[in-house]
């Protein structure tokens, strides 16, 4: 029997850094397989930033889906070398299942909330760096509530009620999100409008770490956990939505949100807004 010491959890640690590796290669070679389009013409010879940003967001999910699968069931303990290499083999077929669903559900979402005209076009065609924005911004949001349904100890049916449950909240944050901005957030994203892409792709990063929170750890039963998410919900569409005013009131006083985005399209009010609503989605991660 193998005792892991300080030195063997070493060589445990460097495993997986070079199995994250390899899963983020395998990810590169599944978005190919994925999508109607050549990705390395699109990157290298176009020059397209649209695809660019999406991608970006599309490999950080990859990342956190392997974070996920590797800490999910951290309560097994590794007495030998059968166990690591059973544990390894393990975690990196629930990640290679999450680059999949990944991969899915982005189509799912592109269909679900920019419902409106087409992703592909969007962002090859028009190079829609605002499309693209929201784009890495779902993919990093359904990276997380993958992370969050196989955290913890649970069945194989709760981790997908739960991972379903997060995915219809993103869907219909989207929404609640159009509703409360003062802008057509589908028109000003499809005319190009970076800073409505981009602050809308935030807000739904935000969601993804609150929903996070709501689905990660061991399943105790039914109306426990589902009244733990659906408090998060509720902390998610309203803690979110009066947040954001407030912060743009705070630290950029006197805005007129609909001017500076639908008009100036000003990446200023995204930049600061979206990354304080992703900062205060950490705060609810971390301290509630």
């Known amino acids: 029997m193998i005792n892991f010491t300080e030195t063997a959890e070493l060589y445990y640690g460097m495993l997986y850094i070079v199995l994250g590796i390899a899963v983020l290669a395998l990810s590169k070679v599944i978005v190919n397989l994925m999508t109607p389009y050549k990705i390395n013409k699109e990157l290298v010879h176009s020059d397209n930033q649209a695809l660019g940003v999406t991608l970006a967001g599309y490999y950080a999910g990859v990342v956190i889906v392997f974070l996920g699968a590797v800490i999910g069931d951290s309560s097994r303990e590794l007495d030998n070398l059968t166990d690591l290499v059973v544990e390894a083999g393990m975690d990196l077929g629930y990640a290679v ?10 189509k799912l979402v592109d269909l679900a909330i920019l419902y409106r005209f087409s992703t592909v076009k969007e962002i090859i ?13 779902a993919m990093i949001a359904t990276a997380l509530m993958i992370a969050g ?27 609640f999100h159009a509703f409360l901005t003062p802008y057509d957030d589908h028109a000003e994203i499809e005319k190009d409008n970076v800073a409505a892409g981009a602050y809308l792709g935030f807000s739904l990063v935000a969601l993804g770490i609150i929903v996070l929170k709501a689905t990660a750890g061991d399943f105790i039963s039914w109306g426990y956990n589902l009244s733990w998410f659906a408090g998060y919900a509720v902390i998610g569409f309203l803690g979110l939505a009066v947040l954001q005013k407030m912060i743009l009131i705070i630290f950029l006083p006197g805005a007129n949100i609909e001017e500076e985005i639908s008009r100036d399209r000003n990446l200023n009010i995204a930049w600061i807004g979206g990354t304080m609503s992703v900062g205060i989605a950490a705060l609810i991660f971390f301290l509630l």
């Open 97 to 106: 299942l999450g680059i999949f669903v990944l991969n899915l559900c982005r």
């Open 125 to 137: 065609t028009d190079r829609n760096i605002g499309t693209g924005a929201v784009e890495a911004g």
């Open 149 to 175: 349904a196989v955290q913890g100890t649970g069945s194989f049916l709760s981790t997908l009620v739960f991972f379903v449950l997060g995915l219809l909240l993103l869907i219909l944050f989207s929404h």
